[in-house]
């Protein structure tokens, strides 16, 4: 990230505020439509420079104390996809429900904070 | 969409359905899917009389639809039985295929009503059709299951297994390796459902394929993914969390899980294990899930760029967190 201001963060809200403020009363119903889910992809961007690379470092801190090394987040999750498949790790291990629950209500903060399965979810 | 429709390609696919002369009054457009187009047509036939149709035509070429579903003829054919076994569902009237102008399609009688989810589950106007939707989901659920095999065109056999592999590839296919997803494959291999008498599948029966009025449920839309199958599979696939729009009732939005099996066993007379219900309701999660990466992929690739699509692909980490609450009966 650059030490300068706005920050990237800054950039996108910008972007965001102007498409929601200004160009979108200036669109027909179907464009506006898609001005409104492009605000929305914004806030997912916003949202990840903000929280992301705190989210997948303890992804893959869990991800490494569940498979038992260390290792890239992607690679890590490959394998662990590949334990599951093969029922190396069982379905109901407690300890896997538990890093995908944490790991998916991490994610949801950043793609979809309001999503009305949230208000389901156990506390991990 | 090469052509469009004009007056005296629906006279001509409509044939002899209707008293000639024909006098076609008006043509609209109206939303279409992304494997078919649909219009609103007005007829008046050759003894003065009125007929407010809709036809129905595949998009052609290119298609971007995560199912290719059956051709528009096995869909009318199934629908049109459907229709004619107490299904309720519109009547079929003509069938077309390889139309110089139209293509492939059918035409229907146009019933009256609303299919838009959220008017439906939020509306003061449909308060009344909220509480028999339940109801009358599981009683035309249960018709469709009951339509005669012998009255219905050559229609793809799919068990749980097969759509199980389906699905799977076509997951792996996009290189995106989600630990959540496999761990639902998994949970759904070990748990497949005993084999039982193929039945007729609508295979998209759910809220926003339900044509609804004041007083309940008037029709059920879009038949192109019907198949041969587990019958349960209909009753899953309505409760998936992308149906529900924001309500907290898992059928449809409209009611409990409970009410829906209790009224499908009084209406079609056979017991069901809910057991089996969640089986297909996860396989319907994950299907939703497959659905959205598919669509992010389709912007991905090139092959159909929007922000639309491009924006699914992170619906993705929904379906993730549903898929671990239904495996624990949280959701």
């Given amino acids: 990230m650059l030490d300068e201001r706005p920050t990237a963060a800054e950039l996108v809200a910008a972007v965001a505020e102007f498409l929601e403020k200004k160009a979108t009363p200036q669109l027909d119903a179907a464009t506006a439509f898609h001005a409104k889910v492009a605000v929305n992809v914004l806030r997912i961007v916003e949202r990840e420079l903000a929280q992301g690379a705190g989210v997948d470092a303890a992804e893959r801190t869990r991800l490494g104390a569940l498979l038992g090394h260390d290792g890239e987040l992607a690679a890590l999750n490959a394998e662990l996809c590949e334990q599951i498949a093969r029922g190396d790790i069982a379905t109901d291990n407690a300890a896997l429900r538990a890093h995908l629950l944490q790991s998916a209500l991490a994610r949801m ?4 904070p309001k999503y009305p399965s949230l208000k389901n979810a156990p506390s991990p | 969409m090469a052509t469009k429709v004009d007056h005296d390609s629906v006279i001509r696919v409509l044939g002899d359905a209707l008293p000639a002369p024909l006098t076609v009054t008006r043509i609209a457009s ?7 187009e649909t219009c609103a047509v007005d007829v008046t036939d050759g003894r003065g009389q009125a007929h407010a149709l809709i036809l129905r035509r595949s998009a052609g070429e290119g298609s971007d639809g995560f199912n290719p579903g059956v051709g528009k003829r096995e869909e009318a054919q199934t629908q049109g039985a459907g229709a004619r076994h107490g299904v309720p569902a519109a009547a079929v009237l003509a069938v077309f295929e390889q139309d110089a102008t139209l293509g492939n399609g059918y035409v229907m009688q146009r019933l009256e009503g609303e299919a838009i989810a959220r008017k439906l589950l939020r509306d003061e106007r449909y308060a009344v059709a909220r509480t028999r ?39 792996k296919a996009f290189g995106q390796r989600i630990p959540a997803f496999s761990l639902a494959f998994r949970w759904l291999r070990e748990r497949l459902p005993p084999e039982r008498p193929l039945a007729l599948v609508h295979g998209d029966f759910r809220t926003g394929n339900l044509l609804v009025g004041d007083d309940g449920l008037v029709a059920v839309l879009d038949w192109e993914l019907v198949h041969l199958g587990d019958p349960l599979e209909d009753l899953g696939w309505f409760c998936v969390p992308a149906w529900r729009f924001g309500s907290d009732l898992p059928a449809g939005g409209f009611g409990s899980r409970e009410a829906l099996i209790a009224a499908y066993e009084r209406e079609s007379g056979t017991r069901v294990d809910p057991a089996e219900v969640h089986f297909w309701e996860v396989f319907g999660t994950l299907r939703w899930g497959v659905i959205c990466q598919f669509q992010s992929f389709a912007h991905l690739n090139g092959i159909a760029r929007s922000v639309e699509r491009a924006a699914i692909g992170r619906r993705v980490t929904e379906v993730e967190l549903d898929l671990l609450l239904l495996l624990d009966h949280h959701l």
């Fill in chain 2, 30 to 36: 109206l939303t279409g899917g992304a494997s078919a």
């Fill in chain 1, 109 to 112: 903060a950043v793609d979809s």
């Fill in chain 2, 133 to 171: 939707l339940v109801d009358d989901c599981a009683r035309a659920l249960a018709a469709i299951h009951r339509v005669p095999l012998a009255d219905l065109p050559v229609l793809p056999e799919l068990t749980a297994a097969k759509q199980l592999d389906q699905l799977e590839a076509m997951h």
